[in-house]
């Protein structure tokens, strides 16, 4: 069963950065997709960014219109890792971030489906003060 976790959450002012990262283990299969989603406190969880593998050398990502410019998805295959790296950053994006994986390529609206993805982490709290 594979898990994911994600870490690196935590408190910072506005304007600042964190990077967040999800670590699968138990042996995954290769995730082709994985994706970053988060969730504030009464609104629907949704999809910031997510990184689709469609090559052995090459990746698609994309992100949510309210995060592009300043956040940055990666991944390290070789230690099944995809990173959020997240720059100035606004205390709208205080939420909880969840990293979620697939097996297969998700493209366009299937991203942002969350009932397509196989696994999902327990979640960081991002918060960030004015």
């Known amino acids: 069963q594979v898990q994911l976790v994600e870490s690196g959450g935590g408190l910072v002012q506005a304007g600042g950065s964190l990077r967040v990262s999800c670590a699968a283990s138990g042996h995954p299969f290769n995730m082709y997709t994985m994706s970053w989603f988060r969730q504030a406190p009464g609104k629907e969880r949704e999809l910031v960014a997510a990184?689709?593998?469609?090559?052995?050398?090459?990746?698609?990502?994309d992100y949510a219109d309210s995060v592009q410019g300043r956040f940055t998805v990666s991944r390290d295959n070789a230690k099944n890792t995809v990173y959020l790296q997240m720059n100035s950053l606004k205390p709208e994006d205080k939420a909880v971030y969840y990293c979620?994986?697939?097996?297969?390529?998700?493209?366009?609206?299937?991203?942002?489906?969350?009932?397509?993805?196989?696994?999902w982490g327990q979640g960081t709290q991002v918060t960030v003060s004015s």
């Open positions: 979620a994986a697939s097996t297969i390529q998700l493209l366009a609206t299937s991203l942002r489906r969350i009932s397509t993805y196989d696994y």
């Open positions: 990184i689709i593998r469609l090559t052995s050398s090459t990746n698609y990502a």
